[in-house]
C-alpha cells in the first residue's frame, strides 16, 4: 500500500458540544491525492480543520508519519509541514502579490522566503507577470493560484485544500488540479475536499466517503470514476455508496 503519512484513528471532534467527527478512522498514503467525499454536512471540512490544528480533538489519535500530532499549535504544525489552504478567498486585498507571498513565508524568515519566492512562480506564470499588482486586483483563479503558491513556499510534505475549483473557470480548475497531481508525484501528501467528484476522482489515488462524521467507503479513485452512478451516489448521499458497491 506504500508508507502510511496521516493516519487518524478512533477520532472524535466538533464545535463545544456538537461532534461533527464520530470515531473517523482512515489512513493517507505518502505522495498520494486522497479524495474525501460525501453530502454537506458529513464531516469533510472538519477532517482538514482538525488537522491543521483548528480543532483539538477529544478522542483518538492523529498521527503524522508515526508521530501523534493531535491538539499541536499550528505553528508545530506548519513546522512539521503541514500547509491549509481553506475554501474561500484568504488573502490580503490590498497588499500586492508579492507581499502576500512575503507574509506566507513568515515562519521561515525573510532570507528564506525570498529565496523560496521565484520558484514558487514558476508554477503560477500568470500570476508572477503580476507580482505588483493589488491582490484584490487578481481574477478568481489568480487568486486561487496565489493561495496555492503561498503555501507551497514551506514545501509542505502535506498539503490540505477545501473546494479548490469554487468560482474558478474549468480550465483554471484544471491548471489547479493538474498542480495538484504534479505536487504528488514528487511526495506531498494531498488531502483534499471537492465537490467536482468527476474531475477531482481522475486525479486522485484513493477516495474517502464520509457520513455524519463517519468513515462509510474508502476505495482506489480509479474504481469509483469506473462506476456509472458516480453522480447519483454521491449526491444522493454516502450510504447509496455503500449499498451500491457492496462494502
Known amino acids: 500500500m506504500g508508507n502510511i503519512c496521516i493516519e487518524f484513528d478512533d477520532v472524535v471532534a466538533g464545535y463545544k458540544d456538537f461532534m461533527i467527527l464520530n470515531n473517523l478512522s482512515f489512513k493517507a498514503r505518502t505522495g498520494s491525492i486522497t479524495l474525501l467525499l ?58 500586492t502579490v508579492y507581499q502576500n507571498l512575503e507574509l506566507g513565508g513568515i515562519t521561515l524568515g525573510m532570507k528564506t522566503t525570498h529565496e523560496r519566492i521565484p520558484e514558487v512562480l514558476e508554477f503560477f506564470p500568470r500570476v508572477k507577470e503580476r507580482m505588483n499588482s493589488q491582490a484584490s486586483a ?52 494531498v488531502l483534499m475536499v471537492e465537490q467536482n467528484v468527476k474531475s477531482a476522482l481522475k486525479i486522485s489515488d484513493d477516495a474517502i466517503a464520509l457520513e455524519s462524521g463517519r468513515l462509510v467507503l474508502h476505495k482506489p479513485a480509479s474504481e469509483l470514476l469506473a462506476d456509472p452512478d458516480i453522480e447519483r451516489l454521491f449526491l444522493g448521499g454516502a450510504h447509496a455508496a455503500v449499498a451500491a458497491t457492496g462494502v
Open 38 to 95: 460525501g453530502p454537506n454536512g458529513a464531516g469533510k471540512s472538519t477532517v482538514l480543520k482538525t488537522l491543521f490544528g483548528l480543532l483539538k480533538p477529544r478522542q483518538g489519535k492523529i498521527l503524522l508519519d508515526g508521530v501523534d500530532i493531535g491538539g499541536a499549535s499550528q505553528k508545530e504544525l506548519l513546522a512539521r509541514g503541514i500547509a491549509f489552504v481553506p475554501q474561500g478567498r484568504n488573502l490580503f486585498g490590498q497588499l
Open 138 to 189: 487578481l481574477s478568481g483563479g489568480e487568486q486561487k493560484q496565489l493561495e496555492i503558491g503561498r503555501a507551497l513556499l514551506l514545501r509542505p510534505k502535506v498539503l490540505l485544500i477545501d473546494e479548490p475549483s469554487i468560482g474558478l473557470s474549468p480550465i483554471v480548475v484544471q491548471d489547479v488540479f493538474k498542480l495538484l497531481r504534479k505536487l504528488a508525484d514528487q511526495g506531498t501528501t
